[in-house]
């Protein structure tokens, strides 16, 4: 990791408020350079700007009086020239600050996707934070567009104001007049329209999120008979975002009307007083409209600056999201020592967890071990913390205190990914992404950069472990049918399963699965059955969150617990024995409590 700061973000990163977190910190002095060239090439553009009022200057003041055809020709010419080398620079001006904007997608865009995959505290993130990468979308957008270049070439006015001043103080002073106004006008559109923009970035990004996962749950929606209170919720969210929106677009378009009444008025002020100080012969003829381009020019970049003041707002909230981002999630993993392959020894030490952003307890001084070729039911009642404990334990979230051991070795000494190599999860919810049944079941490791033969001969052999490569053969393209998000495609049975193959990829070590046996029916628990006995066989440690008494029949230990308390633990006759004895308790493994002593 770099343990020395970056000097510093170039001059860009000013326009935004407050200190930048690391990363940003980083990607935005790695474009330092780009800003720097981008700036000289501002200067000659701006410096270019001036040959249309020189062009003007000569026109009017030697080729009107004179009738030299052949000076037109040559001034015309250096015009051309000067014109052309303009639009050039401009052009490359342009393409610095796309390149700015594709650098800091290279830079940036896989570490705000790490920090969006593996939050601090594993909790809900909030609608700002869950649409990070829009939001840097934005920020990319407003280093790289029209308010970027209005920004560069702001600077810049005062050298027409000293132009202006050149030619005749009275036009040098109209002109800082007007420039005051569009400033003041600027920093009056700021000040009205700036809360109402950041309400609007807010109130559209909640409606973003809520469709989105809307969308993502059609069916049930569908069966509940909820989308048209739905459609009228999600209505509502959006006309929240569209108002505040829709009144901060009429503020602004009624200062940009306001800022392009001034600057067309002003024009002809100076239009004007350019012909009355022609008339007292205090200028040439030519400096008549000479004055009004160089009005033009050095009101244009307030002016654009007030019409893409919007854009510039929504930059600046963008930022302050991602800097929430980065200051409110942990980096990527640091590297760590290579441990060797866990045989599966796991050992939960005195494990605290709290609910996110509260002092509430989910999970209060667990303790237990699961040795290599044991399987542990965890059982209790709702509430009870018990897939709490699976995320803890697979290492979805870290606990708040206490710790887990892999063979001795504390989770937070591991490589995250490496250790999760050794590890199969199943989460209640099946959480298949899409991407094809190989990919699903393999968990992307083709995208990892491992080896394909591997990943087939790998996939296969877990979907036979699960019992589940039969099922599909039968889909349209075998392993390669695409699903979609969630698993559309496959029945919730089917998922279940995919998802238990998915755990047993690779033979890991560890094997974690919450409620598995949820969806399955009587051949689908069987095959569960068989794949955990088979696991079993191999050494696997083995902890099963389960209801129904079925898959807990095969395991060796069960954990009662109540409120996020150990009630039991211990051998499993002897925990089906005290749930037997206490009354409506062996609701907890099922019905039939006796029947997973006598299995």
Known sequence: MNTRAPAGPPRTSKLFPGPAPEPLKGALAACRKHFVWAGVFSALVNILYLAPTLYMLQVYDRVVPTGSGLTLIYITAVIAYALATLSLLD????????????RLDRLLSAEI??????????????????????????????????AALAVMDLPWA????AVAFIMHPVLGIITVIGACILVAITILNQRATRA??????????????????????????????????????????????????????????KYSSITKFVRLFLQSIALGAGAWLAVKHQISSGSIIAASVLMTRALQPIEQLVGNWALFMQGRTAYENLCRLFNDTEADDPLRT??????????????????????????????FSVDPGNIVGVIGPSGAGKTTLARVISGAIPPDMGTVRVDGAATSDWDGDLLARYIGYLPQNPALLAGTVK????????????????????????????????????????????????????????????????????????????????ALDAQGEAALTRALKEAKARGAAIIIIAHRAGVLNIADQLLLLREGVVDQWGPRADVVAYLSANENSGKLIGENPAAGAKA
């Open 439 to 518: 990919e699903n079941i393999s968990r992307f490791a083709g995208w990892g950069g491992g080896d394909p033969d591997d990943i087939d001969r790998l996939t296969v052999e877990a979907a036979q472990s699960a019992g589940v490569h039969e099922m599909i053969l039968r889909l349209p393209f075998g392993y390669d049918t695409r699903l979609g998000p969630q698993g559309a495609g496959l029945s919730a049975g089917q998922a279940q399963r995919l998802a238990l193959a998915r755990a047993l990829y690779n033979n890991p070590s560890i094997i974690i699965l919450d409620e598995p046996n949820s």
């Open 91 to 102: 052009h490359v001006r342009m393409r610095l600050l796309i390149r700015v904007g594709l």
């Open 113 to 146: 996707l790490s920090r969006l995959m593996a939050r601090a505290r594993g909790g809900p993130a909030s609608a700002m934070v869950s649409q990070a990468m829009r939001e840097f979308d934005v920020f990319r957008q407003s280093l790289s567009g029209p």
């Open 196 to 253: 109402r923009l950041q309400a609007a970035n807010q109130a559209n990004t909640v409606a973003y999120v809520s469709q989105d996962s809307i969308a993502q749950n059609a069916e049930t929606v569908r069966a509940l008979g909820m989308r048209r209170a739905l459609v009228n919720r999600q209505e509502a969210e959006r006309s929240v975002g569209l108002q505040l929106t829709a009144e901060a677009q009429f503020l602004g378009g």
């Open 338 to 367: 290579r441990l060797p392959a866990p045989a599966g020894r796991l050992q939960i030490e005195r494990v605290v967890t709290r609910v996110p952003g509260g002092n509430e307890a989910l999970l209060k001084n667990v303790s």
């Open 158 to 161: 005062p050298l027409y104001v």
